[in-house]
């Protein structure tokens, strides 16, 4: 028989053991859960970083007829633009050829998906692979992997159609410019390398320090302001679909009907440039020929001739520095309207 000390004693133990065990429990539920290890795809998420690929000028989008994971941008090489260059951090000119951009470790799904601004037409293959083997200097492409998706990089209200006028009802705003998106692992890694039509081409590093590089082709000189019809982005639009062979016509609807009569895209014989370009590009030609009989500055005989030849022969070489300038640093701020090419299956 048990004496009411012993009983008391069981009670405590008990309860002692009930206490523990409660706090045991307590003490597990405040503590926050382990952490669970992440996946090699999580990581990779972590780490991706959107790259964006900005195409600005007569571009047309196409599938590399050698490469089903590639896609090519063409552009012509025309007197109504400057040479194409490419900016990044740092920047550089190029000259007509065929280039290829290397990006890093992917981490996107390569779709290559479009956005429903930019313009898809048929594009035949054969016509492709002309442009790729034509070694005349007159047209860029770009060979780049293909990316997660085509975004629009600018836009303008625009009517393209197979029929001049194109009809009022394919009018929409249309992209003018185009971001190729690209999901990465790391900034750097980004290179160009390329085969120039004449001449070699020293491949380089892009410095992609804020994530975009762009690929630009402007005007040979700035937009009228008085121009209602928007003339060069007509020539841009007529430039690119000859290139490809294709029978394509854009129209605004902002501009005034009589701007059919002048508009570079129809058949007919293309008038003579003018304004300030025409004037500076006579210039330059001026200055930069031997100018026939003039003689130079060793040879001439003293007085005026001579001073004249000294005058030229200095001009010559400050027009060659300005010329320079003027395509590197002075381009225009003007904005082509035409829209983007890009081929149905790119």
């Not at 706090?23 to 790259?51: G, H, I």
Request: hydrophobic content about 40%.
């Amino acid at each position: 028989m048990k004496t009411p000390r012993q009983s008391r004693s069981s009670l405590v133990a008990l309860a002692s053991a009930l206490i523990a065990t409660l706090f045991l429990v307590a003490c597990q539920q405040s503590q926050p859960p382990a952490a669970t290890p992440m996946s090699a795809e999580s990581k990779a998420a972590a780490a991706a970083k959107d790259v964006f690929v900005v195409f600005e000028g007569p571009w047309a989008i196409v599938p590399d007829p050698k490469d089903p994971n590639s896609v090519l941008l063409l552009a012509p090489k025309t007197k109504s633009h400057r040479d194409l260059y490419v900016a990044a951090s740092n920047n550089s000119a190029l000259a007509a050829g065929t280039y290829d951009l290397s990006v890093p470790a992917r981490t996107g799904p390569a779709a290559g998906t479009f956005d429903e601004s930019i313009l898809r037409v048929k594009i035949d293959p054969k016509n492709v692979q002309r442009v790729l083997d034509d070694k005349s200097s007159n047209r860029y492409a770009i060979r780049l992997p293909k990316p997660d998706a085509y975004l629009p990089a600018s836009r303008h209200r625009s009517r393209v159609s197979a029929t001049y006028p194109p009809e009022p009802a394919t009018e929409k705003e249309y992209a003018t410019g185009v971001s190729l998106r690209y999901s990465v692992s790391s900034l750097t890694g980004f290179s160009l390398a390329g085969a120039l039509d004449t001449g070699a081409f020293n491949p380089f590093l892009l410095q992609v320090e804020t994530p975009t590089i762009r690929f630009v082709i402007d005007p040979a000189y700035d937009p009228d302001p008085a121009d209602k019809c928007s003339t060069h982005s007509r020539q841009t639009f007529h430039e690119a679909a000859t290139l490809l062979v294709l029978n394509l016509y854009v129209d605004f609807p902002e501009s005034p009907s009589s701007c059919h009569d002048t508009d570079p895209q129809k058949a007919r014989a293309v008038k003579a440039e003018t304004g300030t370009m025409r004037i500076f590009d006579s210039v330059v030609a001026l200055l930069e020929s031997n100018l026939g009989d003039a003689k130079e500055a060793s040879v001439a005989p003293l007085g005026v001739d001579r001073f004249a030849a000294f005058a030229l022969r200095g001009a010559k070489t400050v027009t060659r520095h300005l010329t320079a300038t003027f395509y590197l640093f002075g381009r225009p701020s003007g904005i082509c309207f035409a829209p983007i090419i890009a081929a149905d299956g790119s």
